[in-house]
């Protein structure tokens, strides 16, 4: 494992799964409102899904539920959806650094459980595009929105996030 990602992979080991799964559904719940892909959940409503990652040895459990992720750790029912692949790989799926289909394809991703609800989810992530003048609407409300979404956009902070995931991915 790279220097860079080690940080990351002691925080992942020793802070316990459960805090995990809080901070990706309060995070991923407040980052996704207003987003358009929320209401192709619909589909998967109630629908389980596991994430592990196996070199850090975390299992993190959600159900989808009102178009969110709600954390299902306390439930001893089998996913619909089993997704598991090591840290570097989940890096690269979230910083846009690679795409899906080619870390599927390529097994660095494994998916387990109904196939047609994986295929599903697959097609969510890779069509996952964060639209930033709807978040900061949904959050600021219109007027300031329109004031502040241009210079956000000038940020050009998904460029900078796809750099930084290269940076800290293909560091040698």
Request: aromatic fraction near 6%; charge should be neutral; proline fraction near 2%.
């Amino acid at each position: 494992m790279s220097l860079v990602l080690r940080p990351l992979s002691h925080f992942l080991r020793f802070v316990p799964d459960r805090v995990h799964t809080q901070l990706i559904t309060r995070l991923g719940g407040h980052l996704m409102q207003g987003q358009a892909i929320t209401s192709r959940l619909d589909y998967m409503e109630g629908k389980r899904l596991q994430l592990t990652i196996n070199d850090t040895k975390n299992c993190w459990k959600f159900i989808i539920q009102n178009n969110r992720l709600v954390d299902d750790t306390k439930s001893n029912v089998v996913a619909d959806v089993h997704i598991q692949g090591d840290l570097k790989t989940f890096l690269s799926l979230a910083t846009g650094t690679e795409d899906p289909d080619s870390l599927f394809f390529s097994r660095h991703l494994s998916l387990e459980g109904n196939t047609e609800d994986g295929l599903y989810i697959k097609n969510l992530i890779d069509a996952m595009d964060f639209d930033t003048t709807v978040y900061l609407t949904s959050i600021l409300g219109q007027t300031l929105a329109v004031r502040i979404g241009p210079l956000v956009e000038r940020l050009e902070l998904s460029k900078k996030l796809h750099s930084l995931g290269e940076r800290i991915l293909f560091k040698h």
